[in-house]
Structures are given as structure tokens and as C-alpha cells.
């Protein structure tokens, strides 16, 4: 069993930064692809970001590109995301995934293990 803590949301205002960080507790997740995904009022659960197990492939969606950084530290069993140029379309809550596979995949029923998430809140 995997337990996942997200922590870093909060309010910040247009063009500022955030980073989001997901505490694992329960399994070393080197082996996992870790991935982050966010889901607005209303709005179904979509995938942000993902990193595969040892962090030498990473994937995001095109609406982040070049403003947010998936990474990874394995010997604190955290994943990070941080956040750069924030819009307030990115105003969602955020949560952290994982799943015991190699390759990163962006639907979230591939991922088994889930955190409770974390708010992020872009003012304009």
C-alpha cells in the first residue's frame, strides 16, 4: 500500500510560481511512474504531468509546456511540481498518482494509488 501527501498549493497571483510536492510513505517508489493531475469545479480529472521511475522521462500536457517541471528525488520518496507562469485557467485542485509501471501514461485509471490533493487557487 502506497500513501500519498500532497502539500505547496495555496493563492498566488497571475505570473507567479508555486511548487507542489508529494510525500510517499509506505513503498520506495523508484519503480513507479509518479504522475500529477488536477481537476477544476466541474470539470473531469486531467493529466498535468507524469515522470517515470528512475526520472529520465517526463510528459506533460501541452497547456503546461514550458511553465511547469515535474522531478523526482527517490531517496526522499518526493515528487515535485513546479509551477511557473501561472494562469488562472490553472486554478484546479492538484493531486499526486502513482502506479507500479515503467512508462509514464496520462489516464487516471492507470493510476492506482492516489493522494487527497492540494488547491490551487490563480487570481487574475
Known amino acids: 500500500q502506497v500513501q500519498l501527501v500532497e502539500s505547496g498549493g495555496g493563492l498566488v497571483q497571475a505570473g507567479g510560481s508555486l511548487r507542489l510536492s508529494c510525500a510517499a510513505s509506505?513503498?520506495?517508489?523508484?519503480?513507479?511512474?509518479m504522475g500529477w493531475f488536477r481537476q477544476a469545479p466541474g470539470k473531469e480529472r486531467k493529466f498535468v504531468a507524469g515522470?517515470?521511475?528512475?526520472?529520465?522521462?517526463?510528459n506533460y500536457a501541452e497547456s503546461v509546456k514550458g511553465r511547469f517541471t515535474i522531478s523526482r528525488d527517490n531517496a526522499k520518496n518526493t515528487v515535485y511540481l513546479q509551477l511557473n507562469s501561472l494562469k488562472p485557467e490553472d486554478t484546479a485542485i492538484y493531486y499526486c498518482?502513482?502506479?507500479?509501471?515503467?512508462?509514464?501514461?496520462?489516464?487516471?485509471?492507470?493510476?492506482?494509488?492516489w493522494g487527497r490533493g492540494t488547491q490551487v487557487t490563480v487570481s487574475s
Open positions: 515522470i517515470n521511475g528512475s526520472g529520465s522521462s517526463t
Open positions: 498518482a502513482a502506479d507500479p509501471r515503467w512508462e509514464v501514461v496520462t489516464g487516471p485509471a492507470n493510476y492506482r494509488y
Open positions: 509506505g513503498r520506495t517508489l523508484s519503480s513507479y511512474v
